[in-house]
């Protein structure tokens, strides 16, 4: 079973930036259809960046467009989420998601729904104060 870690959250003033990070635990897998979710409390988990592939352009939910950058280092099985100009209502708890490489094919799915996706990590968790 594939399971995800992601890395890089913490607590940061409105305006700054972190990176989170997202790696699997068997190094052998690799998938490039894969996402970030995130979840605060009380509110259901949204998709906020997402990459498929064969597509040139990544996925962003309206509320990071312009803020978020979502990429994939390959060479490492990486996936990142530059986030910028963070603001107190992107606190939550952010998750990693991959679906099976089986599976994964442009157009086959809707890229921002939680069960489109195999495979999550734990979760980090971001904090920013205003």
């Known amino acids: 079973q594939v399971q995800l870690g992601e890395s890089g959250g913490g607590s940061v003033q409105a305006g700054g930036s972190l990176r989170l990070s997202c790696v699997a635990s068997q190094p052998t897998y690799s998938s490039n259809c894969m996402a970030w979710f995130r979840q605060a409390p009380g509110k259901e988990r949204e998709g906020v960046a997402a990459i498929v592939t064969g597509n040139i352009s990544p996925y962003y939910a309206d509320s990071v467009k312009g803020r978020f950058t979502i990429s994939k280092d390959n060479a490492n099985d990486t996936l990142y989420l530059q986030m910028n100009s963070l603001k107190p209502e992107d606190t939550a708890k952010y998750y990693c998601?991959?679906?099976?490489?089986?599976?994964?094919?442009?157009?086959?799915?809707?890229?921002?729904?939680?069960?489109?996706?195999?495979?999550w990590g734990q979760g980090t968790q971001v904090t920013v104060s205003s």
């Open positions: 998601a991959a679906r099976s490489a089986a599976f994964c094919y442009s157009g086959g799915y809707a890229v921002f729904r939680p069960d489109s996706y195999h495979y």
